[in-house]
Structures are given as C-alpha cells and as structure tokens.
C-alpha cells in the first residue's frame, strides 16, 4: 500500500521516495533518514511502480549493510525482493565479471587475490624485473598500483605517462603484474570495478545487456566513491545512446562524512552531481531523527570548523537530552574503567542493555586496554570489521616467537615463525626438516640443532636455517639470563627482522600491524611492572609466568556469548562505524596525535578529513555520547603525553558535563622500567674482554660478530658454560 509506505516519512523524504525519470541526489547529514529514503524508494518501485526486482542494483558501502537493507525492503514487500542485487560495488562486480569472463579472456572461475596474494604476486615480479626491494617494497608497489587502478589509469597509460625513476619502476611493476595477473586467470580488489569498466566501455553488446536490466541503481554512501566507482556508476546508467534510455539514478550521502581519501575516494563525484547529470534534482534533507539536540549541535560545531563547506540546517524533534560527557582519565587503564563503570550504571539504572553500546577508537591497537578490562569484568562484547587483539595474526606470529623461545618443545610455534618474516625457507626444507625429526624421534626444534645430519638440505636452505636457529639460541639466553618479557619481545621483533619488514612497507595495513607490536610491547611492560608491585619477595617476571597470564586472557572461551544478557557491547574503529547507530557511544583516546591522528598535523586537508571521522563518529549517538582522552598513553612502553584533541575544545561549553582531573604530567613519569633503551649505544667488546653479567657472573670474550645494535659475542662463563648474547639487550657490564 502506497499509503503506509510513505505514512512514515517527512516531506522532503517522500519527495525523493516518488521522485521519477531523472537522475535525483539526496544530500543531507548524519541521521536525516537519506539510508531509509533508499531503502523506502527500492520498496516502493516495486510496490507502486511495478519495477520488477531484478531491475533494481543497489549499492551499499559493506556487505552488512547490504543484507540490512534487503531484509527492509523484504519486510516491506515480501520475499521477492530477496531476488533484487544488493551490495558492496565489489560484490556486484563479481557478478558481472563471473558472466562475462570470456570476454575479457578470463576463466568463469577467475580467481580473486587477496591483498596478501597480490603481494606475493609482486614479490615474484620484483624479483623478476630486478627492483630493489629496499627502495620498493611489493607492499609499496601495490599501494601505488592500487592508486593507478582507482583512477581507471592502464599499466599501458601509466608506462607512457611514467616520467620519473619511480614512476617508471611503478609503471613496470604493473605492467608485469597484471600479465602475471592474466596467466594465472586472477584478477585483484580494483581490477574487480576496474575490469568491470573496461567490460562495459569495449562491448556495447555487454552494456545494453546491463542497461536493459538495470533500470535504477541507487547507490548509499556516495560521498565515499573513487573515480572508478563513479565512472562504472555512469557506464552501468548509460546515456541512452543504445536505444535504452538511461537508468534511473539516485545516490545519497553527505560530503561531511568522506572519510575514505586515503583509498582514493573524491568527494567532488557529490559536490559535482549536479553537473555530471544535467537533468539531475537534489533534495535536502534537514530532520534528524537519530540524535538528541545536544549531540546534534555539539556534532555540528566541530564540523563547522571545516573551510569551504555549505552551512547546514539540521534539527531534531528529540529534546536536548543529556550533556555530551568529556572525561580525562590519567592513562589508557583509567579510561577503560570508566567505560566499564558506566555501562554497568547505564544497564543497572537507566534501562539499557549491553547491545545499545558502542565503542569507537581511531585506531585498532586502542581496543587492547577496554578489551582487557572487558574480559576482567566479565562484559561480553564483540570486535567489528577487525579481530579481538590476540586473534591479530602479527599478535599470533610475536607470541609464537615468545613462545618457541619459551618452550622449544613448541614445534607449532616454531614453525609458525620459520618462515616469517621471509628467510627463504621453504617448505621443501622444512619437509626435510620435519622427516629427520620424525626419524630420529626427536623434536623439530631438536633436529634444527643437528642440521649437518640433514643430507638432503640444499645449502641455502641449511644456512637460512642454521641462522634461524641461531637467532631462537640468543633469544633462549637472554631469557635464560633473566631478561624480562618485554626486552624478549623486543629482541625477537628487532632481530628476527619481523618489525623491519613492517616498517618498511607502505602499506597502510602494516602501519597498524606496527602499532599492534607496540601495543603487545605495552603490555608486556604493564605485566611486569604489575608483577614487582604484586611480588614483595622482589621476584621478577619472566618470560614464562608472562606467557601463561596471556593464554588465560587470550582463551575466547572465556568470554560470555551474552544472548541471554541483552547482546554485547560492540568495538569498532571509527572508520567502520559510518552508517550505523547506537544508543550510546563512548569516543575514546580524544588526544591530539591520536585523533586527530599525528598524521594528519602537516596537512589542512587531513586534519579535515579527520574532523569529518569527529563527526561521523559523534553522529552515531542517539542518547548518550562519551568522549575520554587519556593524559598519558603508552606506546613501545613509554607514556605519550598528548594534549587533549582540539576537537573537543570546538564543543561549545554549555553542553559539556567535564569529569575526571587533569592530573599534573609530572606525578605520572617515571616508570622504573628494566627494559632497555631503544637508542642507547650499544657496548663495544673485543675478544678477550672481561665482563660481569647480572647472572652468569664472570666471563672472558671467546669472539664478537655485528656491530652496534647487530653486535652478538661468545662469552665464556666459566660455571654457566658459553653463552651467545645479543649485546644490545645481555645485562653484561665491561671490566
Ligand atoms: P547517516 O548519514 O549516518 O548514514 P542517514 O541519513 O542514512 O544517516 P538513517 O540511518 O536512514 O539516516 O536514519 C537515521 C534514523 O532515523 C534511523 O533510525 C531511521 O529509522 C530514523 N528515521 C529516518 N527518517 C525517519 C522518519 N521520517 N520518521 C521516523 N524515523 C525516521
Ligand atoms: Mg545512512
């Protein structure tokens, strides 16, 4: 009934639910009903307009989203809406390319490479082409491939256009990437939109097939396409040149709420909407349905503070509701008590329950301290578009390198980290490895200190492997010596290479994986710290108490389903929060440098970009919003002292309920920590020196390898025997 399905929008919403025949852009802020308009005009093409549904694609920004909004629509107008195409421009793309392979010389049964693929793939390229993977990693490489691709740019293109050293180097990366990519019938994320394009712009056949089937596409979220995506939205409407006349089109979004720059999204595709579809019709929305007046104005004044924006008139009927909650806690550990004492007054006193919780953060490695606190307290909880902190598989690879330190009888652990980071160790060697093992009956650990016995073992393979082995051998001293876990730690993401390898991609993904080693560094420390204050016998932690305490916090057991307790409170980074809503949400680490992301300081644009992330992140509150920052947050072990994020000084006052001290910096510093200094100098030995270590006592220099941070020497310790130690972290004093 036409009636029912437009009895519950406003006017504006309903002028763009009948809207018909030209091309219409809704445009509006947070929470003004621009998902539902979509989702209502879907229902009502079918319901009013006999639009089958098979003449419908819809794009949404994730594939959550999409099957949301199917549910809708089949709530509205019945099962039939389940044979309508909603979803993500890459799912959609899928589909088309799956029917149209052969056209573009691909296998039906194209393969999809990962991220993860695609970089191996370009490693092998690299090789090939003889690039210097320390001027150009493969993560590099296909950053800036990817950066070609999302503005529909060719290798052919990119090699004609390529005019410095880099550029060229890039150009002919891709250039044999994508043969490789050809041969092998596989195709990567962008070549998903970027081949679907070039389907549609080479065969006019393939174009008027689509065009005659789909009649309207809507697309959510457009503030947040790229060049490709916005071209593939044109080819796939058409301009009626075939005899079919275009699509109808109609895209919703909000140009405050881009905040996908970094993966080349381009907000002029709304601003310029206008002026791409000449007949084109925009509608404002200006009622806010979601949030309360105060959230709504205190959103509203940071955004505010963007340059080059048109004002917006944004209300809501909701009532002014309660003040926006800023609170300053003196670290990380304080701020996620106060999440938790909060929810448990919300739940026990207000009427809430766990479901109606969200938690955001600007960056992934935050969720470790509420994760912790979570756990402790029992609150169920769940972590969005990202893995728990101990599920992280650079969380994995770090433990796995404690724990075959640990326990060399670990032959999983061990050969977990054979391999990783790459050492050209293959699996052919650790075959021949693991049948000496088994063999001899002997651990695979064992049979990595009898590797002369392996006679099957290329050269190569022996020496990668005898160094591998080696370097588990000075880990075991040191933990043998007394080191505690976090110089362990340390020492094992330094040496082994794991972190240089991170730190020297390009690819945004491993900048995260880097913070979430700091971030196990950081906890590492809190444990023994925690342990000395616990241990008034003045025992120490070690590497193994360490390990054990983490297995029980990592055990996913533990943690409580909670159906039975009104859901679960959920985590998620602020980037995954767009688009949806929750009664109540906490925005934790409010600190210049952390939100807005240090980053982002050198450049207007970011910080923009940032204050839109302010924004979309407050936007989802509907009842209650918390911002916390914390005065001191610890990375690598070392607290930062951050200011607090300018983006709270731009709430005005009067909505603020502040809470919590400022506590002084000085009463915080000091941290009485036994781990070494990252940027000490490391002590020169010369065979023959004699030393004194904190636990093996006396000692003569057998022999010295490296320098500087590398330096490893062969200490003779008369009664404990010969040691090699890593001199950066060995507690050895020079006599
Ligand atoms: P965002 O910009 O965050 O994506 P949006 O503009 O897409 O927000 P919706 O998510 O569609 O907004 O709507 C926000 C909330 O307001 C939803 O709970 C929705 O059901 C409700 N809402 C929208 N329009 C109306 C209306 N006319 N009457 C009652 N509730 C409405
Ligand atoms: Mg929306």
Same mark, same amino acid.
């Given at each position: 009934?036409?009636? $029912?399905?437009?009895?519950? =929008?406003?006017?504006?919403?309903?002028?763009?639910?009948?809207?018909?025949?030209?091309?219409?852009?809704?445009?509006?802020?947070?929470?003004?009903?621009?998902?539902?308009?979509?989702?209502?005009?879907?229902?009502?093409?079918?319901?009013?307009?006999?639009?089958?549904?098979?003449?419908?694609?819809?794009?949404?920004?994730?594939?959550? /989203?999409?099957?949301?909004?199917?549910?809708?629509?089949?709530?509205?107008?019945?099962?039939? /809406?389940?044979?309508?195409?909603?979803?993500?421009?890459?799912?959609?793309?899928?589909?088309?390319?799956?029917?149209?392979?052969?056209?573009?010389?691909?296998?039906?049964?194209?393969?999809?490479?990962?991220?993860?693929?695609?970089?191996?793939?370009?490693?092998?390229?690299?090789?090939?082409?003889?690039?210097?993977?320390?001027?150009?990693?493969?993560?590099?490489?296909?950053?800036?491939?990817?950066?070609?691709?999302?503005?529909?740019?060719?290798?052919?293109?990119?090699?004609?256009?390529?005019?410095?050293?880099?550029?060229?180097?890039?150009? $002919?990366?891709?250039?044999?990437?994508?043969?490789?990519?050809?041969?092998?019938?596989?195709?990567?994320?962008?070549?998903?939109?970027?081949?679907?394009?070039?389907?549609?712009?080479?065969?006019?056949?393939?174009?008027?097939?689509?065009?005659?089937? *789909?009649?309207?596409?809507?697309?959510?979220?457009?503030?947040?396409?790229?060049?490709?995506?916005?071209?593939?939205?044109?080819?796939?409407?058409?301009?009626?040149?075939?005899?079919?006349?275009?699509?109808?089109?109609?895209?919703?979004?909000?140009?405050? $709420?881009?905040?996908?720059?970094?993966?080349?999204?381009?907000?002029?595709?709304?601003?310029?909407?206008?002026?791409?579809?000449?007949?084109?019709?925009?509608?404002?929305?200006?009622?806010?349905?979601?949030?309360?007046?105060?959230?709504?104005?205190?959103?509203?004044?940071?955004?505010?503070?963007?340059?080059?924006?048109?004002?917006?008139?944004?209300?809501?009927?909701?009532?002014?509701?309660?003040?926006?909650?800023?609170?300053?806690?003196?670290?990380?550990?304080?701020?996620?008590?106060?999440?938790?004492?909060?929810?448990?007054?919300?739940?026990?006193?207000?009427?809430?329950?766990?479901?109606?919780?969200?938690?955001?953060?600007?960056?992934?490695? $935050?969720?470790?301290?509420?994760?912790?606190?979570?756990?402790?307290?029992?609150?169920?909880?769940?972590?969005?578009?990202?893995?728990? *902190?101990?599920?992280?598989?650079?969380?994995?690879?770090?433990?796995?390198?404690?724990?075959?330190?640990?326990?060399?009888?670990?032959?999983?652990?061990?050969?977990?980290?054979?391999?990783?980071?790459?050492?050209?160790?293959?699996?052919?060697?650790?075959?021949?490895?693991?049948?000496?093992?088994?063999?001899?009956?002997?651990?695979?650990?064992?049979?990595?200190?009898?590797?002369?016995?392996?006679?099957?073992?290329?050269?190569?393979?022996?020496?990668?492997?005898?160094?591998?082995?080696?370097?588990?051998?000075?880990?075991?001293?040191?933990?043998?010596?007394?080191?505690?876990?976090?110089?362990?730690?340390?020492?094992?993401?330094?040496?082994?290479?794991?972190?240089?390898?991170?730190?020297?991609?390009?690819?945004?993904?491993?900048?995260?994986?880097?913070?979430?080693?700091?971030?196990?560094?950081?906890?590492?420390?809190?444990?023994?710290?925690?342990?000395?204050?616990?241990?008034?016998?003045?025992?120490?932690?070690?590497?193994?108490?360490?390990?054990?305490?983490?297995? =029980?916090?990592?055990?996913?057991?533990?943690?409580?389903?909670?159906?039975?307790?009104?859901?679960?409170?959920?985590?998620?980074?602020?980037?995954?929060?767009?688009?949806?809503?929750?009664?109540?949400? *906490?925005?934790?680490?409010?600190?210049?440098?952390?939100?807005?992301?240090?980053?982002? *300081?050198?450049?207007?644009?970011?910080?923009?970009?940032?204050?839109?992330?302010?924004?979309?992140?407050?936007?989802?509150?509907?009842?209650? =919003?918390?911002?916390?920052?914390?005065?001191?947050?610890?990375?690598?072990?070392?607290?930062?002292?951050?200011?607090?994020?300018?983006?709270?000084?731009?709430?005005?006052?009067?909505?603020?309920?502040?809470?919590?001290?400022?506590?002084?910096?000085?009463?915080?510093?000091?941290?009485?920590?036994?781990?070494?200094?990252?940027?000490?100098?490391?002590?020169?030995?010369?065979?023959?020196?004699?030393?004194?270590?904190?636990?093996?006592?006396?000692?003569?220099?057998?022999?010295?390898?490296?320098?500087?941070?590398?330096?490893?020497?062969?200490?003779?310790?008369?009664? /404990?025997?010969?040691?090699?130690?890593?001199?950066?972290?060995?507690?050895?004093?020079?006599?």
């Amino acid at each position: 009934m036409p009636s $029912q399905l437009l009895d519950d =929008l406003n006017e504006p919403q309903r002028q763009a639910v009948v809207h018909s025949g030209t091309p219409l852009l809704v445009v509006a802020g947070a929470g003004s009903g621009k998902t539902r308009v979509l989702t209502c005009r879907i229902a009502y093409l079918m319901a009013e307009r006999n639009v089958a549904p098979t003449e419908i694609l819809a794009i949404t920004f994730t594939n959550k /989203a999409a099957n949301e909004m199917k549910e809708r629509v089949a709530h509205m107008v019945g099962p039939k /809406a389940r044979s309508m195409w909603v979803s993500t421009f890459h799912s959609a793309c899928v589909r088309i390319l799956r029917n149209e392979a052969k056209r573009l010389n691909l296998k039906p049964s194209f393969t999809i490479y990962d991220t993860q693929d695609s970089v191996r793939m370009l490693f092998l390229v690299s090789k090939d082409l003889g690039i210097d993977p320390k001027s150009y990693s493969p993560k590099y490489l296909l950053g800036q491939i990817s950066n070609l691709k999302n503005e529909l740019i060719d290798y052919e293109d990119a090699i004609s256009k390529a005019v410095t050293a880099q550029e060229q180097t890039v150009a $002919q990366a891709y250039g044999e990437y994508q043969r490789r990519l050809m041969l092998a019938s596989a195709v990567d994320f962008d070549d998903l939109i970027g081949h679907t394009v070039a389907l549609l712009q080479a065969f006019p056949d393939v174009a008027e097939h689509y065009h005659r089937r *789909f009649r309207h596409v809507l697309v959510d979220e457009y503030q947040d396409t790229n060049h490709a995506q916005y071209i593939l939205i044109r080819e796939l409407v058409g301009t009626g040149k075939d005899g079919m006349p275009p699509a109808e089109l109609c895209v919703v979004g909000d140009a405050d $709420q881009s905040i996908y720059a970094f993966r080349g999204a381009n907000i002029r595709n709304i601003v310029e909407f206008e002026r791409d579809y000449s007949t084109a019709q925009t509608v404002v929305l200006e009622q806010n349905y979601r949030s309360t007046q105060n959230i709504l104005t205190s959103a509203n004044s940071v955004i505010e503070k963007n340059s080059g924006r048109p004002a917006k008139r944004l209300w809501t009927a909701e009532g002014s509701g309660e003040k926006i909650v800023i609170y300053t806690a003196n670290d990380e550990h304080h701020e996620a008590d106060f999440i938790v004492t909060n929810i448990a007054d919300l739940i026990d006193n207000h009427g809430y329950d766990y479901k109606d919780v969200a938690i955001f953060y600007r960056t992934n490695n $935050q969720s470790r301290s509420v994760e912790e606190v979570f756990i402790r307290r029992g609150v169920p909880y769940k972590v969005v578009g990202g893995t728990r *902190f101990y599920e992280r598989k650079e969380i994995k690879d770090a433990l796995a390198y404690l724990r075959a330190v640990s326990n060399p009888e670990d032959d999983v652990s061990v050969r977990r980290i054979l391999n990783t980071p790459r050492r050209g160790i293959g699996d052919k060697a650790e075959e021949a490895v693991e049948g000496f093992a088994r063999r001899e009956k002997i651990t695979f650990s064992a049979a990595l200190n009898r590797l002369s016995e392996i006679h099957t073992l290329p050269t190569r393979s022996a020496t990668a492997l005898t160094e591998f082995n080696r370097l588990l051998g000075n880990l075991r001293t040191l933990d043998e010596s007394g080191a505690g876990p976090s110089a362990i730690l340390a020492a094992a993401m330094e040496a082994s290479g794991y972190l240089k390898e991170l730190t020297a991609s390009k690819d945004p993904q491993d900048e995260v994986r880097v913070e979430n080693i700091a971030e196990l560094e950081n906890v590492t420390r809190e444990y023994e710290e925690q342990f000395v204050e616990d241990n008034e016998s003045g025992d120490v932690a070690t590497l193994s108490n360490f390990l054990e305490r983490v297995s =029980l916090v990592a055990d996913s057991d533990q943690i409580p389903t909670g159906a039975e307790h009104g859901g679960v409170v959920t985590l998620m980074t602020l980037h995954t929060a767009k688009g949806l809503e929750f009664p109540v949400v *906490f925005l934790t680490g409010m600190e210049d440098g952390v939100f807005p992301h240090q980053r982002a *300081f050198g450049s207007a644009t970011e910080l923009e970009e940032e204050r839109r992330l302010a924004y979309v992140g407050m936007t989802r509150a509907m009842k209650r =919003l918390f911002l916390s920052r914390a005065v001191a947050r610890s990375t690598w072990g070392q607290p930062n002292y951050n200011p607090e994020s300018r983006f709270l000084s731009e709430i005005p006052a009067e909505l603020v309920d502040r809470q919590g001290e400022e506590p002084s910096p000085l009463g915080l510093a000091g941290s009485g920590s036994r781990a070494p200094k990252r940027d000490e100098p490391v002590m020169a030995l010369e065979v023959g020196d004699r030393v004194l270590h904190d636990k093996f006592g006396m000692g003569t220099v057998l022999s010295v390898i490296g320098q500087n941070e590398k330096a490893e020497a062969t200490i003779d310790f008369k009664s /404990a025997g010969e040691k090699r130690l890593l001199l950066r972290y060995a507690p050895v004093e020079k006599l």
